[in-house]
């Protein structure tokens, strides 16, 4: 009895044990919501301080030009219609010159006994200011000259604050989001789609960078790797076991904005790219053994990778990078075992040969692809 209690308390002692490890485990992954919680929040309260002060900025420069403007012009006007007026006002003031100068010459005159200053009296008569007397400058009615206003745009400020009411929105997700990456030979499979249903997209855009940002990495730089209509994209030539960092956004139209990035998604790949096994002689292969080269051979050899990495749904690329003398022979296959190394038309194996001739279990079928050149690249899926 007492064996079995002693058991009983360390079944206990044990799941408590693994309770505490998960509880533990859990505390972190809460602990890293809050963070991200916290950084999005000081970040985005950061962009709105920064955005509206650019806007106040930009608000006030744009009414004091425009005040500026309207300035310019009245002052335009004024010049404009005083001008004349100036004229006009010089020329009442040379006529009430005039005048006054003939009431003072014909006082003098008034005084003297005409029959002894006829010839002056001639002259008062017949000088310049005594003739005008008569002509008087055309003075402008107030109708016709400038009456200088301003006319408002009528609820401006409403206007402006209803737009200024609708500036910014706080989004609690970015609209597009990450929902899962798959990890390929050399290559990730990254997959998204839209938070809300009712948006329109065009294209999506998704860049990545090499390292974690959810680490001290903090400065990544982030590099396009597609933009289009796609939900899913494929990256390649990966290294194996590195993280990289993966963030995706979208557009309504071909010319819109871009919208906030998703959540950045750190992945990697454990499975190794496709490599070439060297096993004959008059081969050799070069970038990290993604590339094969013939050499002087006069033989024909099947080459295999190096390890069976590919499973159903990874496609594979094989590029003609150059292309010398054909052979019969040359093309690319899929076997179940590699223990042949001369033919690929034999049972348990699929071959495409250079003239594109297709081969199942060593038969020839109907079906005929193009033939393999120089600077082709075929597709493989299976």
Same mark, same amino acid.
């Given at each position: ?5 002693? *058991? ?10 693994? *309770? ?66 100036? *004229? ?39 000088? !310049?200011?005594? =003739? ?28 402006? @604050? ?26 990730? !499979? ?14 999506? =855009? ?5 390292? @974690?940002?959810?680490?001290? *990495? ?12 796609? !939900? ?18 979208? =557009? ?37 053994? =993604? ?92």
């Amino acid at each position: 009895m007492s064996e079995e209690l002693l *058991q009983n308390v360390t079944d206990i002692l044990e799941n408590a044990h693994s *309770q505490r490890i998960q509880l533990t485990d859990l505390l972190s992954s809460l602990e890293e919501s809050k963070n991200q919680v916290k950084k999005s929040a000081e970040e985005s309260r950061c962009n709105i301080m920064d955005h509206f002060s650019k806007l106040k900025k930009a608000v006030i420069a744009a009414l004091d030009a425009r005040m500026d403007t309207l300035i310019k012009n009245v002052d335009n006007i004024e010049e404009a219609a005083l001008s004349p007026l100036c *004229q006009c006002e010089d020329m009442i003031n040379q006529g009430i010159m005039a005048a006054t100068r003939v009431m003072e010459d014909g006082k003098k005159i008034i005084k003297i006994d005409p029959k002894d200053n006829v010839e002056e009296l001639v002259k008062f008569r017949d000088n !310049t200011d005594s =003739r005008h007397l008569d002509s008087l400058p055309e003075v402008p009615s107030l109708y016709d000259v400038p009456y200088i206003s301003l006319e408002l745009t009528k609820g401006l400020d409403d206007k402006l @604050s209803e737009l200024i009411n609708e500036e910014g929105k706080i989004l609690e997700r970015a609209p597009v989001q990450i929902t899962d990456i798959e990890e390929g030979p050399g290559s990730l !499979t990254i997959r998204w789609s839209e938070v809300d249903d009712d948006i329109e997209v065009c294209d999506f =855009r998704l860049q990545f960078c090499s390292g @974690s940002v959810n680490s001290n *990495q903090t400065k990544c730089i982030f590099h396009n790797a597609y933009t289009g209509p796609l !939900t899913s994209y494929r990256l390649t030539q990966l290294r194996t076991n590195a993280p990289y960092s993966f963030r995706v956004c979208h =557009r309504s139209d071909s010319c819109g904005e871009w919208s906030t990035w998703s959540i950045p998604r750190v992945a990697m790949t454990t499975i190794p790219h496709y490599q070439w096994c060297i096993s004959n002689e008059g081969y050799s292969t070069s970038n990290d053994d =993604r590339i094969l080269t013939r050499l002087d051979c006069e033989d024909t050899f099947i080459h295999y990778s190096k390890e069976a990495v590919y499973t159903t749904g990874h496609p594979i690329k094989f590029k003609i990078i150059d292309a010398g003398e054909g052979s019969p022979m040359d093309g690319i296959g899929l076997a179940i075992d590699n223990t042949d190394v001369f033919t690929f038309q034999r049972n348990n194996a699929i071959f495409i040969n250079s003239s594109g001739a297709v081969f199942v279990d060593g038969n020839e079928m109907k079906t005929r692809l193009p033939p393999s050149v120089k600077g082709c690249a075929d597709h493989i899926s299976y």
